[in-house]
C-alpha cells in the first residue's frame, strides 16, 4: 500500500470514530485522514444520551475523542459542516459551504434519520426527535420550570429512555405507544407488562395499543389527540418511533442503495474506492441499530484499509435498556412456533421473568428481566450454537447450577421442582410453565 492516500470520513458517529481508532492501530502512517461531521462537535458516546437526559452524566462525560485526540493524530475534522454533494468522477467530497476534500478512500457514516409520524401537528413548534445532543438540550429546555407535561410517542428503547430521563427532569410524563406491548421487537407480553408495571410506578403513564390522530396547538404544540378520542395535554411531543438509514447522500452519487448503503462482506460498496459503516449501511439485507453490529463492522473496515482480510458476515444482537433501576436484557428470536422449545421461570411479585427459547437443542432466544445477570452467559451460548440438552433442565438458573453436573443433592433437589416443559405455546401437559415461581 502506497503512504499517505487521502481518506474522506464523511460522519463523526461511534461507528467512524471506532474504525479510525482501529486504523491508527494497524497502519498509523497509511492515511491524510478528512472528518466532516455534520454537527458542530466531536466524536461523543450516544449510547450514553440518556444519561445526559436524565441529569445523571454532563457532555464532557460523554466524549470519546476530543479536540486533542484528533489533533495528535493529524487529522483535519470540520466540525458543523454537513456534506452536500459526492463527486465520484473527480473523487471530492463537498460540504454545503463549499469547503472540499479530495479522496483516495471515502468512508460514508451518515447514521440514521429519525422517523416522523405524518399526523397533522407534527411539525409545530414542541414536536422533537431524539437523535442527538441537540434533541437533548432542546428535551432539557423544555423540562425547565414547574408543571411541564411531554408526550413521548413510542415505547421502544429510545421513546422509553426519553420517557425516564424526562420524568427524573420533573414533568410529567405520558407514553403513547401504537403495539399491545413495550418494545415489543425485543420483549414477549409478559417481560413488557413487568417493564410497563415498572413505569407506572415511577408515575409515568403508559398508553399501550393507542394510535396518534394529531397533535394539536395553535402556533405551538398543546398535546396529542388519539384514534379512539382521547387528549393528552402537552408542552413538549417527543417522537421516537423508529429510524431509518441516511442514505440521500450515496444515492445522489449513483451508488448501490436499498434500505440501506449496501455493502458487502469487506463493507465496501459498489464503488471500490468507497466504504460504508454504521446504521447508513445495508449488508446481506439487514440494517443495524445498535452498537455492538456496527463496531464489528468498524474493525472489519480498518482492517480492510490497513491491507487485511477480514470480513464481516453479519451479527447476533442484543438489547439493554438503559434506565436506572431497571434490569432488562433481550436477545435473539424468541418468537413462539412449534420447532421451538420454551423454558420459562417467572416470579412476578419479585419483578423477575427468564425466557429461554430452544431450537434443536440449542439457544435461540433470550427473555430476562429484573435478573440479568446471566445474560452475557446465555448470549454467548446462543452466538456460538452451544448444545445444552446435557444441562437444559437447569439451565434457567444460570451457569451456577446448569453446570454442576453431575449434580449435586441440593441442586438435584431444585431439580426435581422443575416440570418437563413441552413447545413453544405448550410449555407443560397443563400449560403451565417450566419454573413458576410466585403468582404470575
Known sequence: MSKCQRLVVIGNGMAPGRALERLFDVAPHDYNITV?????????????????????????????????????????????????????????????????????????????????????????????????????????????????????????????????????????????????????????????????????????????????????????????????????????????????PSVALAQDAGLEVGRGVVVGDTMETSDPTIFAVGECVEHRGVCYGLVAPLYEMAEVLADQLAGGRREFTGAVTSTKLKVTGIDLFSAGDFAAGVDREDIVLSDVSAGVYKRLVLKDGRIHGVVLYGDTADGAWYFKMMREGTAVDEHRDMLVFGPQFAEAIPLDPTVAAVASLVKPAGRSGQPGNDNTPIARVGAA
Open 36 to 244: 466532516f461531521n455534520a454537527e458542530p462537535r466531536v466524536n461523543y458516546d450516544r449510547i450514553m444520551l440518556s444519561a445526559v437526559l436524565a441529569g445523571e452524566k454532563s457532555f464532557d462525560d460523554i466524549i470519546i475523542h476530543d479536540q486533542d485526540w484528533y489533533r495528535a493524530r493529524g487529522v483535519m475534522l470540520y466540525q458543523g459542516k454537513p456534506v452536500a454533494r459526492i463527486d465520484r468522477e473527480a473523487r471530492m467530497v463537498i460540504a454545503a459551504d463549499g469547503t472540499s476534500a479530495r479522496y483516495d478512500k471515502l468512508i460514508i457514516a451518515t447514521g440514521s434519520t429519525p422517523f416522523i409520524i405524518p399526523v397533522p401537528g407534527h411539525d409545530l413548534p414542541g414536536v422533537i426527535t431524539y437523535r442527538d445532543l441537540d434533541d437533548v438540550e432542546r428535551m432539557v429546555a423544555a423540562a425547565s420550570g414547574d408543571g411541564r407535561r411531554a408526550v413521548v410517542i413510542g415505547g421502544g428503547l429510545l421513546g422509553l429512555e426519553a420517557a425516564a430521563g424526562l420524568a427524573m427532569r420533573g414533568m410529567a410524563v405520558s407514553v403513547v405507544h401504537l403495539m399491545d406491548t413495550l418494545m415489543e421487537r425485543q420483549l414477549d407480553p409478559a417481560a413488557g407488562e413487568l417493564l410497563k408495571n415498572e413505569f407506572v410506578r415511577r408515575g409515568i403513564r403508559v398508553l399501550t395499543g393507542a394510535n396518534t390522530a394529531e397533535i394539536y396547538g395553535d402556533g405551538r404544540v398543546a398535546g396529542v389527540a388519539l384514534t379512539d378520542g382521547r387528549r393528552i395535554d402537552a408542552e413538549l411531543v417527543v417522537m421516537a418511533v423508529g429510524i431509518r
